[in-house]
């Protein structure tokens, strides 16, 4: 039997197409955490052929944003009002894993983490971290 | 007759495969400042319809570092090593601006700035600012 | 004849008791607007002798508070949800100037920056600028 | 017999008057990590009574820097380029304690991570969390 929260997110996923443009799927749901994985697509690189950081935030933010709302509730959406990322080694390798999670619940404001590795052969390096706030909305 | 770094940078942006995918073009070049525009294609949404986040920040920093590109050598590339952005509006309209440009050139690091607009009928309304820092690295 | 919002942030201002420490003082109001300037004391300074970073981000983090009390409802106080600096240049000279505005006005959430100068006989150099976020609360 | 850095770290904090202001001490120094108490003094306090954002940055920002002033060469300074906090709760209670860590060192820029907490009769309280850039340089 799936949380309560898992069909939510699924739905709210599936309705991303900018998710679907870049190939990512939902790896990891749980309270207060969520996993998206990307490949790193021969149409999400800049231009020495590593991924874009665009693609490293959006998934990164999307992360994030499930994982506050696993946390908020039913009728309820989030958005994110700011995201700060710091990117830490250049996005070489098969695919990109974020792994967002919530800091710090709260009825206003949310602040949430995603964390950011480029998989090599399986092998995980750390490449970015992001630090933002979301906030609940109305659907 | 075109700026020296014009060619630079047309050529960079034409290996970014992620500004193909998400159909963005560039709009400007001058020292210092550069802009991007993409439609909001329906393969670039949230879950809402509007544009994700992903977009937005793609195009920004994109524009953010390619204004920062203006300002360097021949023959060095640069990297971002953080941005932030905050939202200020939901990416409704037709298409998406990015206007980036230089607040701090220096030698060890540039600190820019991109500043998105969503366009309606041709009414801009501003979106979202990014701040960031961008380094110089060996091509 | 003063505006309505200068008594407000004039006495609020005096009741933080760390502007005084840092010899900080309200030198310009306006709507949307606020100006801070500080001496670099003696105690304020980091290692190498010159303006701590706190110092930066303390009168910064006011002015823009305060020019974002400007735009809201009596009776209501705003707080820093978050904010980020980006260093310039060091702030080395006689004295700090803040100047705070409101980039994006909001019920829910203000976008604010500020951007810090450091004073040397009278020249200003563009020493720091900030970008966050102020959320209204009831006092 | 004290570490390498520890004396570096020791001289360093002594000359940045600031922390003698803020009544701020340096509670612990390990490799890649280092701790900065300081009391909630009458002088540091913003309107509400509570701790300015102002103390909590400055001592989250050295605790931030002086970790990273433990994984650098002798001869060596760090400055910090930016740094974003996001505050999480209000600062009150008796004491703040910054928690500064390096999250990915590096010859040209160090991430690092502060995290703030206010202690009430022994008991703590995560109130802030910061992530910024440092960058060494030359003495």
């Known amino acids: 039997m799936s949380a309560p929260f898992e069909t939510r997110i ?13 190939g990512a799927t939902l790896t990891g749901i749980a309270e207060g955490r969520v996993e998206i994985t990307a490949p790193i697509l021969e149409g999400s690189r800049q231009q020495q052929g590593v991924a874009h950081a665009g693609l490293t ?9 499930y994982s ?3 946390l ?19 996005g070489a390798g098969d695919t990109l894993v974020a ?4 800091i710090k619940p ?22 970015a971290m992001m630090v933002g706030t979301m906030i609940p909305v109305d659907l």
């Open 57 to 65: 935030f959006a998934i990164g933010d999307s992360a994030a944003g």
């Open 72 to 90: 908020i509730p039913e009728g309820m959406e989030v958005m994110t009002t700011e995201m700060k990322i710091n990117l830490l080694a250049p």
């Open 68 to 70: 506050a709302l696993t």
């Open 10 to 22: 699924r739905d709210s996923f599936a309705r991303q197409s900018m998710m679907q443009t870049l």
């Open 106 to 127: 709260g009825r206003r404001l949310m602040v949430v983490q995603s964390d950011i590795f480029a998989v090599t052969d399986g092998a995980e390096r750390h490449i």
């Open 99 to 102: 792994r967002g999670r919530v």
